[in-house]
């Protein structure tokens, strides 16, 4: 047996060797990548030249479902993560144009939050929290988001931070103490001192599970930066997450014990088809809405363990301490998903824009990017017998085109947020120095 296969089995995370008691066993610190590092540096600088080599083009704006969106924020959160400087031109372009329009679609502002919390989230923290207020106004009665629409309770939020708001360190002269080091690679932010609430002041419309599960990235970047939100807003986006998980007929076949005690619950309006003892987490996913006749499929579902980690990581109210994300039965059903379907090649699943095609490259950048979020945000770096960032970084490398992207914009960031596991663990304390070593923040 090599050193790598005893890992897996002693970390108990094969499909079927574990019991689970209702939180997934301790792992031990991930073996060094099997990847070359020198090659991903290189990927990802050649990968932000292209989207430097356009940069004005990410400003434009175009119309979908009667929202104003452009692409300018997720280039913006890749040049963030890329070590981009705040004074480079080609970020500086992008910033002052998104710093000067108004809040309009929900992907743009999650994303938006997320930027301004990676770079500055002291300076920035009453822009986060109109990105708060916009993200909680355009959320529906039933917990999901839309494409969004401007909301006017934005404008009642103050634009500026007072000074002493501003200050990362302490006073001028003053030095920056810590009581334990961060690990290798991890960014050190400002503590955050003033906390703002937030209030939902109207219900939001639509249904989708794309930009629900980036209003909850948003969510994350806003909490973080000492918005406190209603115990309203982050339960009722529990409650759909958990509603419309797949009730899928499961086949008779052994799976990773474990999940929260209880009886297992109605998913999406049915009944769960399980000939199996309770308390076992099966591979259960998530599709765009909530079809009843529609199958799980990849993006929908990696973004879906993210977001239920996410919003369980808020509710704990404690800096993350309990760990309930790691408890969550649906949560690992979504994980046991993706390790039954894993694939770094293609988007597994029947992706429903597409004439229900199986495992097809419709969305798979956007897929990778969602499963590595899935795997940091819930702090695993194996799914089943994969180890999702040596696989899919090879392929990522391999796929790279002569001019340095991976296609178009969307595709090229996708990419990079993937090779510089860019989410920032809820369990910061957990990731060693070699977990980090590929950038993640």
């Known amino acids: 047996m090599n050193r790598m296969a005893a890992w ?8 079927g060797s574990t019991a689970w008691a209702g939180e997934a066993p301790q792992q031990q610190p991930f073996p060094p990548f099997e ?10 600088e050649n990968g932000i030249k292209n989207l430097k080599s356009k940069n004005s083009s990410h400003l434009a704006k175009s119309q979908h479902a009667g929202t104003t969106v452009s692409r300018r924020e997720l280039v913006l959160l890749t040049y963030a993560h890329s070590d981009v400087p705040e004074a480079d031109p080609a970020f500086k372009e992008l910033f002052d144009s998104m710093m000067a329009d108004k809040l309009e679609a929900t992907y743009c502002v999650a994303l938006q939050a997320m930027i301004l919390e990676e770079i500055q989230r002291v300076k920035h923290q ?5 990105c708060a207020q916009f993200l909680v106004d355009n959320q529906s009665a039933q917990g999901y988001w839309g494409y969004g629409s401007p909301s006017i ?3 009642d939020i103050p634009t500026t931070t007072e000074r ?4 990362s360190g302490g006073g001028s002269g003053s030095v920056k103490k810590f009581d334990s080091l961060p690990p290798p690679g991890v960014k050190v ?5 003033n906390k703002k609430k937030v209030e939902k002041k109207r219900e939001g419309t639509a249904n989708d599970n794309s930009n629900s599960q980036y209003a909850a990235l948003g969510m994350r970047a806003c909490h973080d930066a000492g918005i406190i939100f209603q115990e309203s807003v982050i339960d009722n986006a529990l409650k759909w997450w958990k509603g419309a998980q797949k009730d899928e007929k499961l086949p008779e076949e052994p799976v990773i014990e474990g999940g929260v005690a209880g009886p297992d619950k109605p998913k999406g309006g049915g009944t769960v088809a399980m000939s199996r003892a309770e308390n076992k987490a099966a591979p259960l996913g998530w599709c765009y809405v909530n079809h009843g006749e529609h199958k799980a499929y990849g993006s929908m579902t990696a973004g879906a363990v993210g977001a239920l980690a996410i919003y369980n990581y808020i509710k704990d109210n404690d800096g993350g301490k309990k760990k309930s994300w790691k408890r969550d039965k649906d949560c690992h059903e979504g994980l046991q998903w993706l390790a039954k379907n894993f694939s770094v090649t293609y988007n597994p699943g029947p992706y429903e824009h597409a004439n229900m095609e199986e495992n097809s490259k419709h969305q798979y950048y956007y897929f990778l990017y969602g499963m590595e979020r899935a795997g940091m ?3 695993t770096e194996i799914l089943g017998t994969h180890k999702w960032y040596p696989e899919g970084a090879k392929q990522l490398i391999a796929d790279q085109k002569p001019d340095g992207s991976w296609g178009d914009t969307d595709n090229t960031c996708f990419a990079i947020l993937f090779l510089k596991r860019a989410t920032r663990p809820l369990d910061v304390a957990t990731h060693s120095a070699a977990q980090m070593k590929a950038g993640g923040k």
């Open 35 to 44: 990847v070359d590092q020198q090659k991903v540096d290189k990927a990802i």
């Open 126 to 130: 009453n822009r986060i929290w109109q």
């Open 189 to 193: 932010k400002p503590e955050v001192k």
């Open 164 to 167: 002493k708001d501003v200050s």
């Open 8 to 15: 897996v089995i002693s970390a108990g995370i094969l499909l």
């Open 153 to 155: 309770y934005v404008e």
């Open 377 to 379: 945000l819930y702090g």
